[in-house]
DNA sequence: TTTATACTGGACAACTTTATCCAGTATCTC
DNA sequence: GAGATACTGGATAAAGTTGTCCAGTATAAA
C-alpha cells in the first residue's frame, strides 16, 4: 500500500512529532523508529524540502517538525517523500480519445481515492494522541499499565 | 496502490472475460492490453497457477478465463500474482509485547482494509459492463460515444 | 579560534521488480 | 507421423528501490 520509504517517512515524522522539545539527531531518530540510519538521513532531508521538518547542524542540531502535529496530515508526509498513492489522470494505455476513465481504471483510481481521504484525515497530532494505551510507533504506553487485550482489533 | 505486475494481470483478466469464445495467445493479449508480450507471459502463468485462466497449448491454444467472469473479482486476480495490498497483521517494528496495532499502523491497515473491500467488491463482469459507453480497457465503445476515427485502434 | 557535533551531498552496493530472450515441450491439424 | 503452433521454464538484463559509506561543510560550545 505505501513504500518502505513511505512508513519511514510516516515514522520519522511521528518521532518529531513526539519529541518537539529539542531537534532530534538522526540517530535518535533511527533508533526511535528502527529506521536504517544511513536511509533515514535521505528521507529526512526529504522531508526537510518537503518542509515538513528543518534541519540544524552543528552541535546540538538534529531535526524538528516545522509546524504544529495538527497541521501536518500523514498525506502531506508521504508526499514530500514522493510515497503516496499517486491518482490516475490519463488512462494507462495511452489511449487519448476519450474523457474520463474505462472501468477498470475508474476502479483503481477510487481505491487510491479513499486512501488519499484516509491519509488527508489523519494528522500527526492525531497519530499521536494515545488510544487504548498504544501510543504511536507501536509501543506501549508503560504508565497506563494496560491490561493487554486483543479488543483494539476490528 | 497497485505494482505493474498487478494492473498488467487485470488488464489480462479483463481481455479474457471479454472473450471468452476461443482461447487468447499472448501476443493477442499483449496486443489488446499494450503490456509487454514476455513479461506478460509470466504474468498469464501465475495467473493459470492462481486458477483465474487455464491454459492450452498448441495450435489454436492460449489462455482462457477458468470461471464466470462475475465469479471472480479484482482482488482474486491481484492475489494471484501476488500484487494485492497486504493486511498489516503484526507490528512493522518488530516490537511483541502488545496486542494490536498503534495509531500509525492501524491507520495505514484501515486504508489497506478499504482498498480489499473496494478490490473484492468489483468482478470482472463489474468492469466488462459498459459504462457511459466506456468499455474496459480505455476503450471507447464505438457504437455510443465519440465520433470514432480510423487509425487509433492498433 | 579550536574542537566536537551533526547535517549534506555524492558515490556506490544490494536487492527487488520489471522485462527480454530462447530452447524445450505439449498439442493441434493435416 | 510431420509440421506448425503456442505455452513453459530458465537464464539474463535493465530499471527502480532500498541501503551504506564517507568526505565536506555548517554550527554550537568552550
Redesign the pocket.
Known amino acids: 500500500m505505501i ?4 512508513e ?1 517517512a510516516l515514522r520519522a515524522a511521528v518521532y518529531l512529532a513526539q519529541h518537539r522539545d529539542a ?5 535518535k531518530i533511527a533508533e526511535g523508529t528502527k ?5 533515514l ?2 528521507i ?2 526529504q522531508l ?1 524540502r518537503g518542509e515538513i521538518a528543518s ?9 524538528v517538525l516545522l509546524h504544529d502535529p495538527d497541521a501536518v496530515t500523514v498525506w502531506d508526509v508521504l508526499t514530500a517523500v514522493g ?1 503516496a498513492p499517486e491518482r490516475i489522470e490519463t488512462c494507462p494505455l495511452g489511449i487519448e480519445r476519450h474523457e474520463g476513465l474505462c472501468p477498470v481504471h475508474r476502479l483503481v483510481d477510487d481505491a487510491v481515492a479513499e486512501a488519499q481521504r484516509c491519509f488527508s484525515s489523519a494528522t500527526l497530532a492525531t497519530l499521536v494522541s494515545s488510544v487504548d494505551g498504544m501510543t504511536a510507533l507501536c509501543e506501549v504506553a508503560p504508565a497506563l499499565g494496560l491490561p493487554a487485550r486483543g479488543g483494539s482489533r476490528r
Chains 1, 2 share one sequence.
Open positions: 513504500s518502505s520509504t513511505g519511514y531537534p532530534q539527531t538522526t540517530a529506521v536504517p540510519a544511513g536511509y538521513s535521505k529526512l532531508q526537510v534541519s540544524l547542524r552543528g552541535a546540538h542540531g538534529g531535526f510515497a
